[in-house]
């Protein structure tokens, strides 16, 4: 058996009982086995694009005699998948803007899938616009900090939720909704970033200089307000 701990872990917490995942970027296919170990899934497909990871994702299968439950790919996001192999699809450890082309190209995969979970390293943001532009509502977020730094999961169905404003969009409309434990250290974490580029910005000359110096001024006042 083997054992995830916490983000993996976490994700793993979002898969309903009984569905079928189809996890993209699988890697060593650790989420996918502890699913159908669990007994979580009964069945699951595990795709990754680099033929390292897909090795190493057969392999583990393999090991653990999950070969008959656990189908494994090498390929690009959702295009070795047939629709109907899952109905929940995960992806995790990729950007934002990565995940959202995976999207976007598995459309054919996706009519079949009704729950997303997601965990973009970066531009959560530009994901979370795209699941509101294309039919997935977010109805569960959450935080988790490892090894000292926080990531976001997004759980998404199909359905409509505007996302009120950019702030939301940046922070995860969830998050802050339910005041996540660790959103006072991505607030922090964020108007540090910020605070770091305006300090550049104040060594620099350029035209259009205070223009971009109130932007951001602006963007962290928001971002201390979500904590106000
Ligand atoms: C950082 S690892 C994350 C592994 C695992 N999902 C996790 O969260 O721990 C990202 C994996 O995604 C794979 N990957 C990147 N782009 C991909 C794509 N377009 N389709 C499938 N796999 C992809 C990489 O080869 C790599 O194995």
């Given at each position: 058996m083997i054992e995830l701990k916490g983000r993996l872990a976490e994700i793993a917490g979002y898969v309903p009982q009984g569905s079928a995942i189809i996890d993209v970027?699988?890697?060593?296919a650790y989420l996918p086995i502890f699913l159908v170990q669990r007994g979580r899934c009964p069945r699951a497909v595990g795709v990754d694009i680099h033929a390292g990871p897909y090795k190493s994702a057969v392999e583990q299968v393999g090991l653990q005699g999950l070969q008959d439950r656990i189908n494994i790919y090498l390929g690009?996001?959702?295009?070795p998948v047939q629709p109907g192999e899952g109905d929940v699809v995960t992806v995790a450890g990729m950007g934002g803007t990565t995940i959202v082309d995976i999207l976007q190209a598995g459309e054919r995969v996706l009519a079949q899938v009704n729950r997303l979970i997601l965990q973009p390293m970066v531009a959560g943001a530009s994901l979370r616009l795209w699941l509101m532009q294309h039919?997935?509502?977010?109805m569960e977020e959450q935080l988790v900090e490892e090894d000292g730094r926080i990531y976001e999961i997004s759980v998404a169905e199909r359905g409509t939720q505007p996302i009120p404003s950019e702030i939301m969009l940046e922070l995860g409309p969830r998050i802050v909704a339910k005041k996540d434990p660790l959103l006072p250290k991505l607030v922090g974490n964020r108007v540090e970033a910020l605070e770091a580029v305006l300090a550049q910005l104040g060594k620099a000359r350029s035209p259009g200089l205070e223009v971009k110096q109130a932007e951001i001024r602006n963007k962290i006042r928001l971002l201390q307000e979500v904590l106000a």
């Open positions: 970027g699988t890697d060593h690009d996001g959702l295009q039919g997935w509502g977010i």
